[in-house]
């Protein structure tokens, strides 16, 4: 378990943190534990908008910040990874929908957990994280179910066993999963703070049946398959409609597995949908809207009631839990994070860090579209050294935005310039602005292109 200790004064920091104390204010009557708990996340986590006219298909219409920000700015603890293999070995890629709708903060897999894995480093007393990969068989040159090993071994490149809480962390020295959450139940959240719970969303035939093989009871798996009645090995659910579900979502509770809903889907914002996720109970619940003014959808925002990034189960929380028991202390103020996504050409690049003071102006704030987003931002290296992202936008005639965004990483052989051409811009974090999408070439070497995605997120 991760765990530190740490003195604390008055704490204004650049990077949003966590007080990492022994335990956090608030303590239960007994121990809270995993399923005890209801959390907000992220669908499709990874992904920058695509551009117009891409952008007017409703389900398509949303943005998000890189990962870590959203842990740090939208108190998401749980994401969305959609995972494929282009080739028969080497890496997996990010992305929604190859050709149409690929634009991602993380274009790599392992890209993706280590900016995970770097947040989590930084803030070691963060309740657990829920990681949801959903292999796409369907649309990848090569199945991913077929390269489930190769998966595994790509999550523990990044993941230390320290960081990670593994089927066999669970089943602990009974002979299924069913036996352990029967008798001992889920971890306590105390006891497996700061790691990552990843789930794969993948329904009952041969890309589970794969997984299984050769992996009885899930020895040696790195991720729980999404659940299925009556299975030895069940422990987290998928369903995605808390509406029609909501029954059986509460009964799926009730017995002690853990559950992902979603608050929202195909675009559309749905009160009902939202509270009857919130009601059922699922442990998880997802949404494309975690921060006001996402996707031109004014002031709206998926949040857990009370502002916390997690709060104590309404089905089967332990008497005396309070959101403070699992997680407290979420930012501080006064803080600016840029981010930045490339792929394409060959690479995969992406870097974030806290600026402080501020120096990049996002224009109108609060839920209206920013007139101009200027600036230049120093970040480190993602080799050692500096990384520089000079951002130079204005929105014309009321009608699109246009200008420019260099990167410039020499460590990491990055000098890319992207010209800027889109009808919006989407609102992200208490106030702060996103894109992504837009073409880039290189400034220097060998010709190469691709797109980029940036994000700007200020907590004032």
Same mark, same amino acid.
């Given at each position: ?280 109970? @699922?442990? &998880? ?7 006001? %003014?996402?996707?031109?959808? #004014? !002031?709206?925002?998926?949040?857990? *009631? ?80 500096? @990384?520089? &992202? ?7 005639? %009321?009608?699109?935005?246009? #200008? !420019?965004?260099?990167?410039?990483? *020499? ?50």
């Amino acid at each position: 378990m991760k765990r530190v200790v740490r003195a604390t004064a008055a704490c204004v920091a650049a990077w949003a943190m966590l007080l990492v104390v022994p335990a956090p204010a608030g303590h239960a009557d007994e121990p809270v534990r995993l399923n005890q708990v209801q959390a907000m996340g992220t669908h499709n986590s990874y992904r920058f908008e695509s551009p117009w006219p891409i952008s007017l298909i409703p389900p398509l219409n949303y943005s998000h910040a890189p990962l870590d920000l959203q842990f740090d700015f939208e108190g998401a603890r749980k994401v969305e990874i959609d995972v494929y293999s282009d080739h028969a070995s080497g890496p997996f890629s990010v992305k929604h929908i190859p050709g149409i709708d690929q634009h991602s903060s993380c274009a790599e897999l392992t890209a993706c957990l280590s900016l995970m894995k770097s947040w989590s480093d930084a803030h070691p007393a963060h309740a657990p994280i829920f990681v949801h990969i959903e292999p796409k068989d369907d649309l990848s040159p090569v199945k991913v179910s077929t390269r489930y090993d190769d998966l595994d071994a790509a999550i523990r490149s990044v993941m230390g066993p320290g960081d990670l809480i593994t089927p066999d962390d669970v089943r602990g020295s009974h002979a299924t999963v069913a036996d352990a959450l029967a008798t001992d139940g889920w971890p306590a959240v105390d006891d497996v703070r700061g790691r990552f719970l990843f789930y794969l969303d993948v329904g009952p035939g041969p890309r589970t049946d794969r997984y299984l093989d050769g992996h009885p009871e899930l020895e040696g798996r790195a991720a729980f398959p999404a659940g299925q009645d009556g299975a030895s090995w069940a422990a987290v659910f998928v369903e995605n409609d808390p509406v029609a579900g909501f029954d059986r979502i509460q009964s799926l509770v009730a017995a002690g597995y853990i559950v992902r809903t979603r608050a929202d889907a195909d675009g559309t914002i749905d009160p009902v949908e939202a509270q009857a996720a919130l009601d059922s109970g @699922a442990q &998880i619940v997802s949404t494309d809207f975690p921060s006001p %003014g996402h996707a031109d959808r #004014g !002031s709206y925002a998926f949040t857990i *009631p009370g502002g916390t990034p997690e709060r104590c189960n309404p089905l089967v929380a332990p008497p005396g839990c309070t959101s403070e028991a699992i997680e407290s202390g979420l930012w501080s103020a006064h803080t600016q994070k840029v981010g930045v996504g490339l792929s394409g050409g060959h690479l995969s690049y992406s870097n974030s860090a806290d600026v402080a003071p501020w120096t990049i102006t996002v224009g109108t704030p609060g839920t209206e579209p920013a007139r101009q987003v200027n600036g230049t931002a120093t970040m480190p290296g993602t080799n050692g050294g500096d @990384a520089t &992202i000079t951002i130079a936008i204005s929105r014309v005639l %009321g009608l699109f935005y246009v #200008g !420019s965004v260099s990167v410039s990483d *020499p460590g990491a052989g990055i000098d890319v310039r992207a010209s800027v051409f889109t009808a919006r811009l989407s609102r992200t974090g208490v106030d702060g602005v996103q894109a992504g999408g837009f073409p880039w070439f290189s400034t220097s070497g060998p010709f190469k292109s691709g797109t980029l995605g940036f994000s700007v997120t200020t907590n004032p």
